[in-house]
């Protein structure tokens, strides 16, 4: 039995692994874009000073119309102050946008965290897919996801909220049964063991037809400094 749960941390440390490296590739490709648009600042100011000098607002009306557009894209970036988590947040915020599901965050985080980057995945990115996954069962209009993260004191707070169509879910000693079939509770599992491995807390709480999970992790390093965090909100 240990060596079945030695093999399947090992294929599960993989498949993490690789979700870190497409994550990071594509706020790289994000980034990559915040760089390009400054880079290309002044030549859009000089496009539009020739099409007013020669008087042609239409123009001067279309360029300022195709930069917004632009900007608003480079705009949907969430920026924590955390490579790792902007990473994973902002792909999984891509995903949930592209199916319809408005997502609400605010968000700062330590460039530099106690917890391995591997952890962060596990519950960063489990409590997104939980969170996409109920959304899909309601009608577009009644579909949300709110995510905050923040330093409270020496510990990093992590807060998801997403609206249910189940109602009001029940749980066993302390654990909120899945609905997604037998098997399918391995992420709210692996969740579980990285915060008690981490000596966090967790609160689950089903309440109104919204589902949320509230995470406490310490992170006070060994000389007790905490790394100063950037912020981020974002808006669907």
Not at 65 to 75: G, K, P, R, S, Y
Not at 101 to 118: F, H, M, T, Y
Request: hydrophobic fraction near 40%; include cysteine.
């Amino acid at each position: 039995m240990k060596l079945f749960d030695r093999l399947l941390d090992r294929r599960i440390a993989a498949y993490q692994r690789e979700l870190i490296e497409i994550h990071y590739a594509e706020v790289e490709n994000m980034y990559r874009q915040i760089r390009g648009w400054r880079h290309d600042y002044r030549s859009h100011i000089q496009a539009m000073k020739v099409h007013a000098a020669q008087g042609d607002w239409e123009a001067v009306k279309s360029y300022l119309d195709a930069l917004e557009t632009d900007l608003n894209t480079v705009d949907t970036v969430l920026k924590t102050g955390n490579p790792m988590a902007d990473a994973i947040l902002n792909s999984k915020i891509s995903l949930a946008r592209a199916q319809g599901i408005p997502v609400k965050a605010d968000a700062r985080v330590p460039v530099a965290l106690a917890l391995s980057e591997l952890d962060l995945c596990v519950i960063l990115g489990n409590l997104f897919d939980n969170a996409i996954e109920a959304s899909l069962a309601l009608p577009e209009e009644k579909r949300l996801i709110r995510v905050y993260l923040d330093m409270k004191g020496t510990q990093l707070y992590i807060s998801f909220t997403n609206f249910t169509a189940v109602g009001k879910r029940s749980s066993s000693a302390g654990r909120f049964r899945t609905t997604k079939g037998e098997g399918h509770g391995f992420g709210l599992m692996r969740i579980d063991a990285v915060v008690e491995r981490l000596g966090g807390y967790l609160s689950r709480n089903s309440e109104d037809g919204a589902f949320t999970t509230e995470i406490l992790l310490p992170q006070r390093g060994q000389h007790g400094r905490t790394p100063d965090p950037g912020r981020t909100q974002l808006s669907p």
